[in-house]
């Protein structure tokens, strides 16, 4: 009996990313909002940290967190952003500062022991970069990879297709139910390359996610104040960036990115995705978690 004892308490005092187990916990950020967080793997292997989209959450990634996930060959970290998910909403234009976002970060950083992690950016999810290297110095990170994302709040007019811009109305909708709904369900479909053959679960799971951020959250995440300056001097410095792109994306113009991007940064590359669209890293998740590994590996 007691040598069973000993074998139970051995087994919990092992490393939470032992058997693909997942830890999570809440931090607490600069001016005490709660970020939920979550990671999984080993801390001797490439450290990421993963962001999620505009009115989603760590939980888009929850794939990525299994035995046969990136998690299972890389130390992967992500997190809620303030107004999305299980963290703190926080109401106001001045709860969603650049400088919250970058406090955000490093308060998950320094609880879950983050070293020079590699940031995978999803969508709306690839501007918090800029928010990180304007407030953090010297820069924190070992590189970028954009997935299918936006650099920053201010271009997303540029960038963004007509079919995204138009579901904004509706995702910022507060008078008319009916539309709002509509919209979060036709913004989520529009992510995959063919709607009809991804699980209800996850159709309903990521729509159900939408539900979580008011309209008021969704327009102060996407016209909150940046500054970009440093993001871009780190770009001509040689930060490695890679795009991630789905060819047949309906979120993003992908040529304008391309260029965009390419103006940005010195050391940048594109990885095409053929027939990808905008969620690459569920529909085509073996590739994009492939493409990911290699180019951690060769910046750590």
């Known amino acids: 009996m007691r040598f069973q004892l000993s074998l139970l308490l051995a087994a919990l005092a092992l490393p939470l990313y032992a058997h693909g187990r997942v830890t999570s916990k809440y931090v607490t950020s600069s001016d005490g909002a709660q970020i939920y967080a979550q990671a999984a793997g080993a801390k001797n ?3 990421m940290v993963l962001i999620h989209g505009l009115s989603h959450s760590a939980a888009i990634f929850d ?13 992967v970290v992500a997190y809620d952003l303030r107004g999305s998910g299980r963290s703190t909403m926080p ?3 001045e709860g969603h500062a650049s400088s919250l976002y970058a406090a955000d970060y490093a308060a998950v950083a320094k609880a879950f022991g983050l070293v020079k992690p590699l940031f995978v950016g999803f969508s709306l999810g690839g501007a918090v970069a800029s928010d990180i ?3 953090i110095v010297p820069n924190p990170l070992s590189g970028i990879v954009y997935m299918a994302a936006f ?3 201010a271009v997303i007019p540029d960038l963004a297709t007509p079919f995204v811009l138009g579901l904004a109305a509706g995702l910022t909708e507060q008078s008319n139910v009916t539309l709002s709904k509509s919209m979060s369900v036709d913004y989520i479909k529009g992510l995959f390359a063919d709607p009809a053959t991804i699980p209800f679960s996850i159709i309903t799971a990521w729509t159900g996610g939408t539900a979580l951020q008011s309209p008021n959250e969704t327009v102060f ?4 104040p940046q500054n970009t300056t440093n993001i871009i001097a780190a770009g001509k410095a040689g930060l490695p960036v890679v795009l991630l792109q789905g060819r047949s994306d309906r979120s993003v113009q992908t040529q304008k990115l391309k260029a965009f991007l390419g103006g940005w940064f010195t050391n940048f590359s594109v990885n095409w995705v053929d027939n990808g669209f905008h969620a690459l890293f569920y529909d085509n998740r073996t590739y994009v978690e492939n493409a990911v590994l ?5 910046i750590q």
Request: no cysteine; aromatic share 8%; proline share 6%.
């Open 45 to 47: 292997r490439p450290h």
């Open 63 to 75: 794939e990525l967190f299994k035995d046969t996930g990136l998690a299972s060959k890389a130390y």
């Open 91 to 93: 109401g106001s234009i």
């Open 133 to 135: 290297l304007e407030h």
């Open 151 to 153: 650099p920053a709040i």
């Open 221 to 224: 995440a996407t016209s909150r």
């Open 294 to 298: 290699k180019f951690a590996k060769t």
